[in-house]
């Protein structure tokens, strides 16, 4: 089992920044790959980022290309979301996700694990 807990959600206004951390705990996470999803209200969840285990190849969804960087430290089990130039759009419940194995997936179905969500709010 692998449980992941995210922070760093919050009120911040457009054109602002934030870094969101996923922590893990539980088996060794580096054989894991992980990915970062989004809920907006009244809308489905959808893929934003993913990174294979080593942190080298990562993919990101088109809305935020630019903008977001996805990274990990093995040594600390945690992946990180840094987010740029945030839109209103971009308000969303964000979660991590983890599944074993070397891939870069954009399918919730995938993953195996995920944390319980971190509010993101972008002020206009």
């Known amino acids: 089992q692998v449980q992941l807990v995210e922070s760093g959600g919050g009120l911040v206004q457009v054109g602002g920044s934030l870094r969101l951390a996923c922590a893990a705990s539980?088996?060794?996470?580096?054989?894991?790959?992980t990915g970062w999803f989004r809920q907006a209200p009244g809308k489905e969840r959808e893929f934003v980022a993913a990174?294979?285990?080593?942190?080298?190849?990562?993919r990101y969804a088109d809305s935020v290309k630019g903008r977001f960087t996805i990274s990990r430290d093995n040594a600390k089990d945690t992946v990180y979301l840094q987010m740029n130039s945030l839109k209103p759009e971009d308000t969303a419940v964000y979660y991590c996700?983890?599944?074993?194995?070397?891939?870069?997936?954009?399918?919730?179905?995938?993953?195996?694990?995920w944390g319980q969500g971190t509010q993101v709010t972008v002020s206009s």
């Open positions: 990174v294979m285990w080593g942190g080298g190849n990562t």
């Open positions: 539980g088996r060794s996470f580096s054989s894991y790959s």
């Open positions: 996700a983890a599944a074993p194995g070397f891939g870069l997936w954009s399918k919730e179905g995938v993953y195996n694990y």
